[in-house]
Each structure stands twice: as structure tokens, then as C-alpha cells.
């Protein structure tokens, strides 16, 4: 029988099921340490959902600056279902710090509310927000080479810009806009039929930019694939989830809202495994 699950992974499960799925592909040694890393990233990601003005989000980002401090100033850990692991996988696996305080720090930008002026402040939010996350995740596994953080860094950025197109319907009515600015102007797009979540020519349009962004990041990691380490796959297989989101969106006609893009995909579990026994992401 499989062993139940800890109550750290239930947590991630039910909160991030994309990156809990990619986690169980690890061996059985580093699981724990990848759920803590990508518990903590959820529970930073979903401050601005959660708070209901930004200068508590703000307090809610502090206390997990303080406790990743903590964790590497060797004081108590913190008495938290995410906190308490997190600060043993930092301690035993020596992780980066700088990664933590890009993560966040990307966290404190959501509370502002305010388009990226044009696509290279988005990629690189993307870039903060979510490459490092995988650099996280290929220390925890222990491949953190040069050509597998390269290949992180493309697949961070495509998985964010892929998710952020996703999450359109859900944030879209919240009033926190990232479509950049330049490319709403260039397409005639209005942040009101965002809000409205009404589909238009100019945000396909304004969609059909940022996911050909993300298709070339998803090459460009793709053509490192043959200098990628095996162990470092489990930390890589974000980019298949970006495939097949930007695959959906292009036949749904680049429309974010588009009604068969709501329901998720039946076979990502199947996808994933496919990757990982052919080692190719």
C-alpha cells in the first residue's frame, strides 16, 4: 500500500496540485524538502489573494522574511506546518538564501498592483516569482549545474507567463492587471473587458504575445536538454505543464476566457510520467 501522506504535502496538494504532482517524479529522499519548498511558495503567492489591504500583506511577507532569517541564523524554528520543514530542508540541504529573498521580494511587487510597463519587466517578475523556485528545487535535488540552472531559468519564466495566462479568468476580475503596458496599448486592449472577463481580438492578441514569449523560453531550455542531468528532471517538469497550457490556448484561439480552457487537464499525471520515463521535458 502507499504510505498516507504527511500533512505537508496534503497542504501542497490541495494548494499548488501542478507542482505537487512534479514533486512525487523526485526520489523518495528529496520529496519532503521540495513540498516545503514549494508549500512556502504558496503560502507567499497567495498574500495578495488573502490580504485584504497591502500593508498586511506586507506584514504577512515580513514574518516569512523573519523566518527564513531565522532559519539560517541557527535559532528556533518557527511552530508552522510549512515553516517548521522549510527551515529543517534549508539547514540540511544549505540553500541559497538569495533565492528565498527574490521569491519574496517578487511577493511584495504583487501588492502594488500596477502592469509591468512592457515584456522584460514581465519576465523578469517571472524570473524572480518563479525560476528561482526551480534553482530551489534543483538544489534540494542536488543538480544545480550550470546547464540545468540555464534550462531553469527558461522553464521558470515559460511556467509563470503560461500560468498567468491560465489564471486570467480568476485574476482578471481581482483588479491586479499584468498584461504589460506597451503590448495593451499596441493591441487596443482595455483593462476593463479584463475585468469584465470579455473576450476581444485584442486581448487574444495581447495573450498570442506573452505565450510565444513563453513557447521561446520553453525552447530555449529544451535545447539544453541533452546537457541536463537526469536528476535534475523532477525540478524541469514544469515545462510540460507550460506545453500543454500554451498548446490549449492556442487552439482556444489565444482567448484566456475561453470555456474549455476551465477545466483541467485529465491527462497532466499521464504527461508527466511519460517525461520523466523518457527524460525529456
Not at 125 to 149: D, H, I, Q
Not at 212 to 236: F, T
Not at 254 to 259: E, K, N, S, T
Request: glycine share 4%; net charge positive.
Amino acid at each position: 500500500m502507499a504510505r498516507p501522506l504527511s500533512p505537508l504535502a496534503e497542504l501542497l496538494r490541495r494548494r499548488d496540485p501542478d507542482r505537487f504532482q512534479t514533486a512525487l517524479f523526485a526520489p523518495a529522499a528529496h520529496r519532503e524538502a521540495l513540498f516545503a519548498i514549494y508549500a512556502f511558495n504558496s503560502e507567499i503567492a497567495r498574500v495578495r489573494e488573502i490580504a485584504s489591504l497591502p500593508m498586511l500583506g506586507r506584514i504577512r511577507l515580513e514574518w516569512w522574511r523573519e523566518t527564513i532569517a531565522a532559519s539560517y541564523e541557527e535559532a528556533p524554528p518557527r511552530r508552522h506546518i510549512v515553516a517548521l520543514p522549510l527551515t529543517q530542508a534549508i539547514r540540511e540541504r544549505a540553500l541559497a538564501r538569495a533565492h528565498f529573498e527574490r521569491l519574496i521580494a517578487a511577493r511584495e511587487s504583487d501588492l502594488a498592483a500596477e502592469p509591468p510597463p512592457d515584456l522584460d519587466a514581465l519576465e523578469a517578475y517571472a524570473a524572480a516569482s518563479s525560476a528561482s523556485l526551480v534553482e530551489l528545487a534543483l538544489e534540494v535535488l542536488g543538480a544545480s549545474g550550470a546547464e540545468a540552472r540555464e534550462a531553469g531559468t527558461h522553464i521558470g519564466i515559460a511556467y509563470a507567463l503560461a500560468g498567468l495566462l491560465r489564471a486570467m479568468p480568476f485574476w482578471g476580475g481581482r483588479g491586479r492587471p499584468f498584461i504589460p503596458e506597451d503590448i495593451a496599448r499596441k493591441t487596443g486592449l482595455r483593462e476593463r473587458d479584463i475585468a469584465a472577463r470579455r473576450s476581444s481580438p485584442a486581448l487574444s492578441a495581447a495573450a498570442a504575445e506573452i505565450a510565444a514569449a513563453a513557447a521561446a523560453h520553453l525552447e530555449s531550455a529544451r535545447r539544453k536538454r541533452q546537457r541536463v542531468p537526469r536528476s535534475a528532471l523532477p525540478a524541469l517538469l514544469p515545462a510540460v505543464i507550460a506545453a500543454r497550457a500554451l498548446t490549449r490556448l492556442r487552439r482556444a484561439g489565444c482567448d484566456p476566457f475561453a470555456p474549455a480552457l476551465a477545466a483541467p487537464d485529465p491527462f497532466q499525471s499521464w504527461r508527466l510520467l511519460w517525461a520523466s520515463l523518457t527524460n525529456r521535458f
